[in-house]
């Protein structure tokens, strides 16, 4: 793809503005060892499955939905050790100046999002945050980039998705928008390379040579 300008950004939350693996890891033993019981809990392959709903991360790992509950509470106990990305505030004050319109697109519920991004001081420098609850159909689907564009007042054809896994870009591209892939988190570079994004961004500044006015000084 020629090299294009965007007034919307569409973000995934978690491995894209805020590091919460470790949070995550946590959360998820817990949840395992309330409901499931001993043994190791699989949390690499629920990894796998980052940006989907947590419902459906546990149908599709055969493991009991009763693992939601304990799993949202002990993440909202843990919530003060999410920390942001190195720049990710200063990129979402440039986008703001530079009058980008901003949004989250997440596998979270919007409730959750939105505490977790108040938390860190994030939730003020974007514009919208819709989470998988808020829509028919979560990601791969397009519907929730489809509806954070809504909300924006926003059409695909002047959007970028930008996120740290496959299903991101799935979602983007169903959508229309352009996509681009957030190498700066945990996430295996090589399945997200082989989705084809149509930008790979190695550090959250990178972003800003996709929008007007972005790298001006």
Known sequence: MAQR???????????????????????????????????????????????????????????PPQMEQPFVEASHRLIAEVEVYPDVPLLLK???????????????????????LEVVGLLPLLDTVVGSDEVARPKPAPDIVREALRRLGAGPEDAVMVGDATIDIQS?????TATAAALWGETAPDPLRAERPDFVLDRPADLLALVPGGTAR
């Open 5 to 63: 300008e965007f007034a919307t950004v569409v973000f995934d939350l978690d491995g894209v503005l805020i590091d919460s693996f470790a949070v995550m890891r946590q959360a998820f033993a817990l949840a395992y060892r309330e409901a499931v019981g001993e043994g190791e809990p699989p949390f690499e392959e629920y990894r796998t499955h980052q940006g989907r709903y947590f419902p459906d991360i546990m149908r599709l790992m055969g493991l």
């Open 172 to 176: 983007g591209r169903a959508a229309g």
């Open 94 to 116: 440039r986008l703001r100046e530079c009058d980008i319109r901003t949004g989250i697109a997440t596998g979270k519920s919007g409730t959750r999002a939105r505490t977790v």
